[in-house]
């Protein structure tokens, strides 16, 4: 059906009975990976081919139409393909779904840097080991050593793993495999976008569209006229939140006003 269509595969663009050509030999350390965000509208029946779990079906960006930021992608690959830890773009959450295969997740929470994994102070860069195999090799199993360990797991053909925003993760296929992607803005993430968005880096920070800069004014203005209040809103239930999470419990507030009273005589 698409064999002949060219589909985006690490740095170039492949015809599909290419790849697939290529993945049956791939014996290498890192072997090529199709990740390609056009798909839908290149075979627009494969766009068609799924649904979006009801879990995610609010989706912010979705605004903004023609001109929101590349958010789904198919993914295919041998065994030993995949990703090295990132971040997903634009401060986003994130769903994926196998449909063929197996794939092992490794999940650090955004306050725990990977081992081994260095990004830059401004968040444009990140520095990984050359391949998964060499992160696996040389740092995995000091992990098993830490106090706040990563979230790991296999997921397989019909299960689908969601990614919080801001979460580093790597993934490594356990055979061949074949999995859809969507990245997404809902209410609870809405405010983390708003500020990714208006760093003043933007301009190197912001992908998956041509326009980084003028992203956020785009995206504030189409939020406000869809749903007028939200933004607000979600800053007054933000703010509330922060407050109380200031206050001291009741049992630091008994200890507190009772830490003087106590004297003790030998």
Known sequence: MCGDLRFSVGPVEMKLEDYFRYSDQAREERP?????????????????????????????????????????????????SGSSFHIDPNST???????KGSKKWVLFPPDLVPPGVHPSPDGAEVACPVSIIEWFMNFYAATKEWKKKPIECVCKAGEVIFVPNGWWHLVINLEDSIAITQNFVSR???????????????DT????????VNLYDKFKNAIETSFPGTIDELVLKAEEKKAQQ?????????????AGAFKFSF
Do not use: C, H, M, Q
Not at 41 to 57: H, I, M, Q, S, T
Not at 93 to 99: F, G, L, T
Not at 188 to 202: E, G, I, S, W
């Open 188 to 202: 609870r993430n809405l405010l983390n976008v708003l500020d990714f968005l208006k760093r003043p880096n933007a």
């Open 93 to 99: 959450s994130a769903w994926n779904a196998v449909i």
């Open 246 to 258: 200031k206050k001291p419990s009741f049992w630091e507030s008994v200890t507190d006003s009772r």
């Open 205 to 212: 920070l912001v992908s998956g569209t041509r326009d980084r």
């Open 32 to 80: 090529l990976y199709l990740f390609d965000p056009k798909f839908a509208e290149k075979v627009p029946r494969l766009g068609l081919d799924y649904e979006v779990p009801a879990y995610f079906n609010e989706d912010l960006f979705g605004v903004l139409g023609n001109e929101r930021p590349d958010y789904r992608w198919i993914i295919i690959g041998p065994a030993g």
